[in-house]
């Protein structure tokens, strides 16, 4: 049990460490830091309560990264604990910078441990680096088994589908094909409207016209000379 200083009113969060609760503010008095360098430590740089103690304020317990190192890092969205654990395991630095948080196992035997549900499938990462060498990179590989394949059908490149040519329809097919569809709306149309053939049209004006016309408050017809009906 780690012997830490009382605090008097202390509502700093608390975290438990081997059995024993303690508090943000009871690390910080025993270190020498702050409240605020204790907790960036734990929760961000993934210090352990260890290297709390044993680093004071002055001192500082990151990796010494290049620029490249670092934003692979912050994208990654790794800890220094995590990458310090890799390191000790024999992991190369640019490497332990690079790779996800989904990435374990020693220098020797890396491998991607994806799980989702039942599926539990760990991924070598010296076969994923074999994979690239075929146009398949590690995004896809991970993409594609969170979609459900299986480790070879993800690790491969898909087989391509054979092209088939278009099929163009000959012209006099085309136009045979036109003229039977013509054909077709006719046969319709006299079977919907028969009497468009069979009856003799009318295009003579009724009784009520011929009233009309011969009204003279609505309208009077008018022989010309030529022997021509006008409205008038």
């Not at 990435?103 to 441990?113: E, Q, S």
């Not at 039942?118 to 146009?135: N, T, V």
């Not at 690790?155 to 040519?165: G, M, S, T, V």
Request: with cysteine; hydrophobic share 30%.
């Amino acid at each position: 049990m780690i012997e830490l200083p009382a605090i008097e009113n202390d509502r700093s969060k608390r975290i438990e460490h081997k059995g024993q609760v303690i508090t943000i503010k009871q690390l910080a008095e025993a270190c020498g830091a702050t409240p605020q360098v204790v907790r960036q430590r734990l929760f961000r740089h993934g210090w352990s309560v260890e290297d709390v103690l044993n680093n004071g304020a002055n001192r500082t317990n990151k990796i010494d990264l290049t620029k490249e190192q670092h934003t692979n890092f912050v994208s990654a969205n790794l800890t220094y604990g995590l990458v310090r654990e890799r390191l000790s395991a024999g992991w190369d630095l640019d490497l332990a910078c690079r790779l996800s948080k989904k990435f374990k196992g020693d220098a020797d035997n890396i491998y991607y441990d994806f799980h989702k549900g039942d599926r539990k499938i760990k991924a070598p990462y010296s076969r994923m680096l074999e994979a690239q060498e075929y146009g398949v990179d590690i995004k896809t590989i991970t993409r594609r088994l969170a979609k459900g394949y299986d480790l070879e059908d993800a690790l491969n490149k898909p087989i391509k589908r054979k092209y088939q040519e278009p099929i163009y329809i000959e012209r006099d097919y085309a136009l045979e094909s036109y003229q039977a569809y013509q054909r077709y709306m006719a046969e319709k149309s006299r079977n919907r409207k028969p009497w468009l053939k069979t009856v003799p049209q009318r295009h003579e004006r009724t009784d009520y016209g011929d009233y009309l016309f011969e009204h003279a408050g609505t309208a009077k017809i008018k022989t010309d000379m030529y022997g021509h009906q006008q409205l008038i």
